[in-house]
């Protein structure tokens, strides 16, 4: 079901200050740019950049994905494996579903099906 590490996200007060930084530092333009998310081609991996601040606070904002194939199925698989739900799977864009759950110790697990990235490109 786990395809392997895809994406981390930061939340960012200034999107446009952000990614202004971002690609300096980087050395290379956003592959997704868009005013609710911009997305980062590192190196096979997502550095993503999220400007939703809702309920975050300094030192909660990263949010990790895990790549699968079908993010559906696999939140299905999780939640009957008893993770509980967080963000039900969500089409933001591009064709990338995300979605994430609580595994049992309250730790957030996300998941994301993205058409723009190969298993083979992520090593």
Same mark, same amino acid.
């Given at each position: 079901m786990i395809q392997g590490l895809r994406t981390a996200? *930061?939340?960012v007060a200034d999107l446009e200050q952000a990614k202004a930084w971002y690609s300096d530092m980087l050395g290379i333009e956003p592959y997704f740019d868009e005013p609710f998310y911009v997305g980062y081609n590192? #190196? !096979?991996y997502e550095l993503g950049l999220d400007p939703d601040m809702d309920g975050v606070t300094? #030192?909660?904002?990263v !949010?990790? *994905?895990?790549g699968v194939a079908d993010a559906k199925a696999s939140f299905a698989e999780l939640t009957a494996k008893g993770a509980e739900v967080d963000t039900e799977p969500l089409e933001v864009g591009g064709g990338i579903i995300v979605a994430t759950v609580l595994d049992p110790f309250g730790n957030v697990f996300g998941i994301i099906e993205n058409p723009h990235f190969t298993q083979s490109e992520a090593g």
């Open positions: 996200v *930061y939340k590192v #190196g !096979g300094t #030192g909660n904002n !949010g990790i *994905y895990w």
